[in-house]
């Protein structure tokens, strides 16, 4: 069983940065395909990014790419979101999850965290 937890959200003004992080634990996370889904209110989850356990592929949904930043640290059991440029509507519960295998294109994830929150001042 693997267990998640998110760090890093926060109150930030338009056009900031923040970095999220999620911690992995009780499983082997350099075998993971680790992912980024946020959720704003009313609205349903969404894919933000994914990370293949090699590194080698990489996943953005087209409203952060260019703007957003996977990655991930194997020794630190650690993925990151570096979040750049941010805009009202990136307002939402930040999730981690995590799941076997290579694909970055499945949206069928096994573990989650309990989520962190970004919200976005205009």
């Known amino acids: 069983q693997v267990q998640l937890v998110e760090s890093g959200g926060g109150l930030v003004q338009t056009g900031d940065s923040l970095r999220i992080a999620c911690v992995a634990s009780?499983?082997?996370?350099?075998?993971?395909?680790m992912g980024w889904f946020r959720q704003a209110p009313g609205l349903e989850r969404e894919f933000v990014a994914a990370?293949?356990?090699?590194?080698?592929?990489?996943r953005y949904a087209a409203s952060v790419e260019g703007r957003f930043t996977i990655s991930r640290d194997n020794a630190k059991n650690a993925v990151y979101l570096q979040m750049n440029n941010l805009k009202p509507e990136d307002t939402a519960v930040y999730y981690c999850?995590?799941?076997?295998?290579?694909?970055?294109?499945?949206?069928?994830?096994?573990?989650w965290g309990q989520g962190t929150q970004v919200t976005v001042a205009s």
């Open positions: 999850a995590a799941r076997p295998g290579a694909s970055v294109y499945s949206l069928n994830y096994d573990y």
């Open positions: 009780g499983g082997l996370f350099s075998s993971l395909t």
């Open positions: 990370i293949s356990w090699t590194r080698g592929n990489i």
